[in-house]
């Protein structure tokens, strides 16, 4: 085959990838004083986990791929990310990408994540990160601070679906 051909071919597909990974991106929103009643709203009646990070947050970001691999291993899985520090749109959707993390919804601060909007969240919250919360579909929240251990949300995850 003609080399061009082969090259076109290869760019064809690599565009196709990329727009095909493009469409599957859940919209990001932007997240606001009522926002969390929203998403508890939103999800009432069923499990979830609501995932607070930061891009200025290095555990964060060392944890963001593997929430994506537990995304990928159960894509059932009710998540909610919510970032919390300012930060470039193009910037927070290529970090989502690379950690697989495109399809899950999606909320992020347009501002500085004030008091007000961690008090909207957990009144007691004073702003450590990350922080994971595992509602139940009652309603109880359990809380996480620091990184997750994911074997741990699977076992909640398996425990609250029975």
Not at 34 to 45: L, M, N, P, V
């Amino acid at each position: 085959m003609n080399p061009i051909c082969t090259l076109l071919r290869a760019g064809a597909f690599v565009l196709l990838v990329a727009l095909t990974g493009a469409a599957d991106a859940a919209p990001e929103r932007t997240f606001e004083r009522d926002s969390y009643a929203q998403i508890r709203a939103s999800h009432a009646g069923r499990a979830l986990v609501v995932h607070l990070w930061g891009m200025t947050c290095g555990p964060c970001l060392v944890e963001l791929p593997q929430w994506g691999a537990l995304l990928r291993k159960r894509p059932d899985l009710p998540l909610v990310l919510i970032q919390v520090d300012p930060s470039a749109p193009a910037a927070r959707a290529k970090r989502l990408a690379a950690a697989g993390l495109s399809r899950a919804e999606n909320w992020s601060s347009a501002s500085e994540f004030d008091e007000f909007l961690r008090a909207s969240i957990d009144p007691l919250w004073p702003g450590d990160m990350p922080r994971t919360l595992l509602i139940s579909p009652s309603g109880e929240v359990k809380t996480i601070r620091g990184a997750a251990r994911l074997a741990e949300v699977e076992q909640w995850l398996d425990g609250v679906g029975r």
